[in-house]
């Protein structure tokens, strides 16, 4: 079955402990991107990446660092969590970065204390 | 002006009904167009896609794309309370590292019994 599988699905820390969510995709797609939803404010993008070894900043990249070592994988790295950072996030894949229609890994809530 | 609005909603539509979606857009030389549909809680799905100025249909959906107003509509015949979910509308827009997909804020739709 084609699926973007991000873990964990649920995460509660506390400021500064660092974390990582992991996304895997395994449709073979070149792009990747992680987002993140608050009320009122819609998906804004984080990070995305275009191949293996290839990333850019989206939107919003503060406090945030990402890995493309291998294409199935894009690691969503929180190296010191703040209480700012508590949000919902989806990781999505697709084809190439000139389709707009993503597929989204099934959203990591996270709670920074 | 937002790069890609739509309002928040929510818009309520009796069962069978029809419920129409808007979305407006900034870039003039976007050429592709995305309708997300989310259900609280989940992560988006993509349900339609639309190039062409017109009409493209797909069961209950139809999209409409209007470029020369950047207007593009979801149409959703005989509403079900299944229906009920926040619809996001995407685009590429062109940005200083070139188009990157943009979703809006969503508009929240309830079809009431």
């Known amino acids: 079955e084609a699926q973007v599988t991000q873990n964990p699905r649920y995460l509660i820390t506390v400021t500064g402990k660092k974390l990582t969510v992991t996304c895997s995709q395994n449709?073979?797609?070149?792009?990747m991107s992680w987002y993140r939803q608050d009320p009122g404010l819609g998906l804004r993008q984080i990070y995305y990446?275009?191949?293996?070894?290839?990333?850019d900043k989206g939107d919003v990249p503060e406090g945030y660092k990402v890995s493309r070592k291998e294409k199935r994988n894009f690691p969503l790295i929180l190296e010191s969590p703040s209480p700012n950072q508590t949000s919902l996030y989806f990781c999505?894949?697709?084809?190439?970065?000139?389709?707009?229609?993503?597929?989204f890994g099934e959203g990591s809530r996270l709670t920074v204390l | 002006q937002k790069e890609v609005e739509q309002n928040s909603g929510p818009l309520s539509v009796p069962e069978g009904a029809i419920a129409s979606l808007n979305c407006t857009y900034s870039?003039?030389?976007?050429?592709?167009f995305f309708w997300y549909r989310q259900y609280s809680g989940k992560s988006p799905e993509l349900i339609m896609s639309?190039?062409?100025?017109g009409d493209k249909e797909d069961g209950r959906f139809t999209a409409q794309l209007n470029k020369a107003s950047q207007y593009v509509s979801l149409l959703i015949r005989d509403s079900q309370p299944s229906d009920s979910a926040t619809y996001l509308c995407?685009?590429?827009?062109?940005?200083?590292?070139?188009?990157?997909?943009?979703f809006g804020t969503g508009t929240q739709l309830k079809v009431e019994l």
């Open positions: 990446s275009m191949n293996v070894e290839v990333t």
């Open positions: 449709m073979n797609h070149e792009y």
């Open positions: 870039d003039r030389g976007s050429q592709s």
């Open positions: 639309i190039y062409s100025n």
């Open positions: 995407a685009a590429p827009i062109l940005t200083g590292g070139g188009n990157k997909l943009t």
């Open positions: 999505a894949s697709s084809l190439s970065s000139n389709t707009g229609e993503l597929f």
